[in-house]
């Protein structure tokens, strides 16, 4: 089995025909590698735009490519080309979603199909990269943390620059490589769900009476006895997630209760947590959440109790 990390550069510009803002690819960088992780081939190419004819100043930054660069390029339909047949029947790994994503705009716009004729398996080398190490995906681990929390020398390598990129994205898998863990991460893309999946954008839920909520989602247990704890006040939405103090009904503790509702495409995600009593005071302004439909009255009494 042949494996290829992709990275791609991109730059953010505004398009009449969509009326609205496309990440433009301007850069691709390949690195091609078999089951032992030895490199069989690289392949970097610029892409010349089509879209936005300067690179917005950030880019320029970052990348170090000039508007003279890209000139010299070829468009993105020959350079995709070129690259679909590089690649050839391999497991795609990107550091990330974030290629993927753009990589399926950009095939949308110049192509109007959002798939991906080379993907048949899809592999996020960053999850597994913080699955290997233990950590929370919640944290996004970037390429060149990730290189230095494995000890990884980056002298040498140009930052956001394809190429670069994914040989360095490669050390990071030589270093954590596990086959077995690696094909578990492993995902059929030739299915119309990965692309659902893939395109699904995660929604914080900041309505109680959402449908997607459970009465249970909104009780909280007593920290020192284990007891179901009433409701002092209404709900306030801060940061994001929903507040209110909490009173045990057995020995009496109070605490503010703290919940967030994510909607992903696998369903919501209820994320709880308590908090001492009295609310820390640096809080961004509050703004009063209606009470939820189908919650008796007599669960919230007065903070005189």
């Known amino acids: 089995m042949k494996y290829v990390i992709l990275d791609l550069e991109w730059n953010g510009t505004y398009s ?3 009326k609205g803002f ?7 960088g390949a690195v091609k590698f078999d089951d032992s992780l030895e490199i069989i081939d690289t392949f970097s190419a610029l892409v010349r735009p089509q879209v936005g004819k300067k690179l917005s100043g950030k880019v320029k930054t970052l990348t170090s490519i000039t508007n003279e660069e890209l000139a010299q390029g070829r468009q993105f339909m020959q350079v995709q080309s070129r690259f679909c047949k590089w690649a050839g029947e391999s497991v ?12 399926i705009e950009n095939y949308r716009y110049f192509c109007g199909s959002e798939k991906i004729p080379f993907l048949t398996a899809y592999v996020d080398l960053q999850r597994y990269c913080e699955d290997e190490l233990g950590r929370e995906s919640a944290q996004q681990m970037g390429l060149s943390t990730a290189a230095q929390l494995l000890g990884i020398d980056e002298d040498g390598v140009e930052h956001h620059r394809a190429l670069d990129d994914s040989l360095l994205a490669l050390k990071c898998l030589q270093k954590l490589y596990r086959p077995e863990d690696l094909a578990a991460h492993m995902q059929d893309a030739c299915q119309q ?7 699904f954008k995660t929604v914080i839920i900041s309505d109680l009476n959402n449908p997607n909520i459970r009465r249970s989602d909104l009780l909280f247990r007593c920290e020192h006895c284990g007891q179901t704890a009433r409701r002092l006040e209404p709900w306030s939405l801060r940061n994001k997630s929903f507040r209110a103090p909490f009173e045990c009904r057995s020995c009496h503790h109070r605490f503010i209760g703290r919940v967030q509702f994510k909607l992903k495409y696998e369903g919501m995600i209820v994320r709880k947590k308590v908090l001492p009593w009295p609310a820390p005071k640096k809080e961004e302004a509050v703004s009063e959440v209606p009470e939820v439909s189908g919650v008796p009255e007599e669960e919230v009494v007065s903070a005189e109790g």
Do not use: H, P
């Open 193 to 199: 769900e990965f692309y659902d999946r893939m395109l």
């Open 16 to 18: 009449r025909k969509k």
């Open 92 to 103: 795609l790994l990107t550091w990330g979603t974030s290629d993927i994503l753009t990589l």
């Open 22 to 28: 496309l990440n433009e690819i301007i850069e691709f």
